[in-house]
C-alpha cells in the first residue's frame, strides 16, 4: 500500500478526532492534568528526545553535516523548540485523553516500578550517544540468547506492546518523504523522485528496515532495563498490554511522530539560509 505526501497526516487527524470523539463522551482531562500526566509518565523527555533524530538530516540528503558548523546547533534549536512541541502535544492531548485513560497511566507510573522505569526511560531518551547505547545494548541481547533466557521473547513482547499498530515504520518513512520533499520544494536538494515514487522506493526496502526497527528497539530495550529483574520487565509488559494503556500509546506515538514530522518539514526549509542548493 502507498501514500500520498499528506496521508500520514490526514491519518494521523482522523485517529486523534476519533479519539477526540470517544474522549467528549468520557470527558477530556485539563491541561493541568495532562502538564502532570507528561512528567509522571516521562513523555515531556520522549518529546525533547526528538531534537537528537535532527543530527541524521543532513546525512538523508547527502550533505557533510560538519560543513555547517555553530548555524546548524542554532538553527536545531530553534526549530526542534521544546517549549513548542511541548505546547502541541498538551494542546492535542487535551483533546483527545480521556480521564479514564490518563488516570490508569498515571496510576501506573506512579508506583514505584513505574517511577523507576520513567527513571530509566527518561535517562535513555536523554543519552545522546545512540550508537554507543545500541552497542552496548547488542552485547546484552547476545548474553542473553547465549545463556538460554527468556527475557528477550519479553523485551520483544515490551516492543510490540508500545507499538501495538505497527505504525512505526510507516510513520518513519513518510517522515523522510515529507522532509525530503519539503527539501526539494525550498531548493536544498535537486530531488529527481516524486513522492509516490519515494514511498515506493522504501516500499522495496521495507523489510530489512522493517528487521533493522526490530533490532534496534530490542537493542535499545535491552540496554534501558538492563538493571531490572525479570519479574519487573514481565510485569511492565503485562500493563503495556492493557487495552487502556495500548490507547495511550496510540495516541502518544501518533502524536511524536506527528510533531517530528512537522519540524523536519520546517528543518528543510530553514535550511535554505545555511548553504545553497546542491543536487544529490
Avoid: C
Avoid at 513523555?43 to 525533547?48: G, I, K, N, S, T
Wanted: aromatic share 6%; net charge negative.
Amino acid at each position: 500500500m502507498t501514500y500520498h505526501l499528506r496521508q500520514f497526516t490526514i491519518s494521523v487527524i482522523i485517529l486523534l478526532l476519533s479519539l477526540g470523539a470517544m474522549t467528549m463522551q468520557s470527558h477530556a482531562a485539563s491541561r493541568d492534568q495532562i502538564e502532570a500526566f507528561l512528567t509522571t509518565t516521562g513523555f515531556d523527555v520522549a518529546l525533547e528526545s526528538i531534537a537528537h533524530a535532527s543530527a541524521s538530516a543532513p546525512q538523508m540528503l547527502g550533505i557533510d553535516p560538519d560543513g555547517f558548523g555553530s548555524d546548524w546547533t542554532r538553527l536545531t534549536e530553534e526549530v526542534f523548540d521544546t517549549e513548542l512541541m511541548y505546547d502541541t502535544a498538551v494542546s492535542i492531548l487535551e483533546q483527545t485523553l480521556s480521564d479514564e485513560a490518563l488516570d490508569h497511566a498515571v496510576t501506573f507510573y506512579a508506583s514505584a516500578l513505574g517511577q523507576r522505569l520513567v527513571v530509566a526511560e527518561n535517562a535513555a531518551h536523554s543519552d545522546e550517544d545512540d550508537d554507543a547505547k545500541q552497542l552496548a545494548g547488542q552485547e546484552i541481547v547476545s548474553e542473553l540468547i547465549k545463556n538460554g533466557s527468556s527475557r528477550v521473547e519479553s523485551l520483544k513482547r515490551m516492543n510490540r506492546a508500545v507499538d501495538a499498530s505497527g505504525t512505526s515504520l510507516r510513520a518513519l518513512q513518510e517522515i523522510q518523504v515529507r522532509f525530503l520533499m519539503a527539501a526539494s520544494a525550498s531548493g536544498i536538494i535537486d530531488l529527481q523522485l516524486n513522492g509516490d515514487e519515494l514511498r515506493e522506493m522504501m516500499r522495496r526496502n521495507e523489510g530489512d528496515m522493517r528487521r533493522s526497527l526490530q533490532l534496534s528497539a530490542l537493542a535499545g530495550a535491552a540496554y534501558t532495563y538492563q538493571e531490572f529483574s525479570d519479574d519487573d520487565v514481565d510485569a511492565y509488559v503485562e500493563a503495556l498490554e492493557q487495552p487502556l494503556m495500548q490507547e495511550v500509546y496510540e495516541l502518544l506515538n501518533a502524536i511524536q511522530y506527528e510533531i517530528m514530522a512537522m519540524r523536519f518539514e520546517v528543518l528543510a526549509a530553514r535550511m535554505a539560509e545555511l548553504r545553497p542548493a546542491q543536487d544529490i
